[in-house]
Structure formats: structure tokens, C-alpha cells
């Protein structure tokens, strides 16, 4: 999968989380550029996301992302490292 491929499959987790197909992620996307993006719903975007790419994260490697871009490059070395 590349980076191309990762970006439009969490254009399409994110539009079903927050039940917005409106939603075009770019690498800079954060919690700020989406109204419903609250602590509840990074959950259920973390939980959905891990169970689209089947990998697990731990506290630490999400806690410190700043944007979709960030997350797009975690999910990337994950993927690398499997």
C-alpha cells in the first residue's frame, strides 16, 4: 500500500466516523479543521483505523500526532515494519 492508497482509505474512515462525505483530508488536516473532532471521536477514529489496516497502536504513537499527515507516516512505518 502506498501513501496514496493510505490517504484516501482514511478520507473514507473519516467520512464514516463523522457521517461527512463532504471531508477531504490533506496532510495537514487536524482536530481544529473538523467540527465533531473531539477526544471521543479520536478514539473511534483510532479504533477504526487500526482495525481497517490491521495494526495496533500504542498511547504514545497517537498522542503526539499533529495532523493526518502524521498519522498517514505512522501507518506507513507500521506497515513497513510488519
Request: aromatic letters at 6%; glycine letters at 2%; hydrophobic letters at 45%.
Amino acid at each position: 500500500m502506498n501513501r496514496e492508497e493510505v490517504m484516501k482509505t482514511l478520507n473514507e474512515i473519516f467520512c464514516n466516523v463523522f457521517d461527512d462525505d463532504s471531508i477531504v483530508l490533506t496532510d495537514e488536516t487536524n482536530s481544529s479543521d473538523i467540527d465533531d473532532w473531539d477526544s471521543l471521536e479520536q478514539i473511534n477514529l483510532i479504533v477504526n483505523i487500526e482495525n481497517e489496516f490491521e495494526m495496533v497502536f500504542d498511547m504514545a504513537e497517537v498522542s503526539d500526532l499533529a495532523n493526518v499527515g502524521e498519522m498517514a507516516d505512522l501507518i506507513m512505518r507500521k506497515a513497513a515494519e510488519e
